[in-house]
């Protein structure tokens, strides 16, 4: 079974994919596995127009095709006609020319100052901590200032960039956290093939259910970002966006729920055309929804039961992950009064888990 639809789906949400057996080290990534290229041009040739309109100098058609004749410009100029959306240079100078971004120009500098300053190179190697030994990081980072606030990845699979809106109100180590969450959808999808392998007896009905399984790469990504299941993934964020990550943590249970049926829906054939399936799945997005939360606790519970090295392997196999996520929650609930919910015999079953073997 192809994963491209899996990867797709990892993609898609920034618009719209070692064993270290429990421990916080870091072992080093060879540097060969990491290519990683900064490229602030677009950004720069923006906030150039802007220092000189702010000083009352002429702007020349020379400051316009510079900014124009940028990679970034070019392949968001590209990425938005992918989406059929209006993108023109006309549009762009009125963007660049109104008042509320003349009035950011100070603050967008000092972003990119600091942005300009991340490591991301110890970004890369974090978070292929939590990938397979095989995985690649290439990426182009993109801050850009455009109209939409959208930060996004696009082309992961040919020519990997990871665009983000340059926002004056976010910190340097939030960007940092960012990329290293968008860097391990990277990494995974220059491992695809291994996934392919490992999901080749999904049963037919149960394709669409593996597919969007995959979806739990968010949370993958959530954990890998941080760095081990023992730090904050939003130590980063602001307390609103930190508030409300431990608000969704929260309805866990009633999220597994409902992911559940969803599931059982595709299929019982209640969910039939991708267009009805794909509408109820990205319903599971929203800013960090249950794709995320759900995901990342699962990783969270299975890389402390297990060790970082199952949960890599569970990676390639989102079934696995459910799996194994069954056993030790039931294991965890045999000794609490708060009962974690567990994916139930019917769905494992359905996409094919055989249940009679041992997880060990």
Known sequence: MSTSRSLMVLVFVLDVLSALLGQNTQPSAPLNRIQLT??????MAVLAILDKRAAEAAITDGDWQRLFATEPYVRLKKRESSLHRTFTDDEFKT???SPELSAKAS??????????KADLTAS????????PEQAVTKAKVFPVIKPKTNSFVFEAQSDPAIFLYLDPEESAAKFENTVAHELHHIGYSSIASLADAKQKDVPPKAT??????????????????AGGPDVDPHAASTPEEHARWDQDMANFNQDVAALQQFFLDIVDQKLV????????AFSFFGDQGPWYTVGYKMS?????????????????DPREL???????????????????????????????????????
């Open 273 to 280: 055309t991708k267009d009805r399936i794909d509408e109820k």
């Open 38 to 43: 900064l490229n602030t041009d677009e950004a």
């Open 208 to 225: 669409p259910v593996v597919e969007w399984m995959g979806a739990f790469g968010e949370g993958f990504a959530m954990l890998a970002a």
């Open 107 to 116: 603050l967008l500098h000092q972003a990119l100052d600091a942005w300009s």
């Open 322 to 360: 459910l799996a194994r996520y069954n056993q030790a929650a039931a294991e965890l609930n045999r000794g609490s009064s708060e009962k974690l919910a567990l994916w139930s015999p019917q769905l494992m079953q359905n996409v094919g888990v055989r249940l009679a073997e041992s997880k060990s």
């Open 300 to 316: 969270v519970i299975v890389e402390k039961r297990f060790g970082r090295k199952i949960l890599i392997e569970c990676m390639l």
């Open 95 to 97: 963007f660049v020319l």
């Open 124 to 131: 890369a190697r974090r978070i292929l901590t939590y990938l």
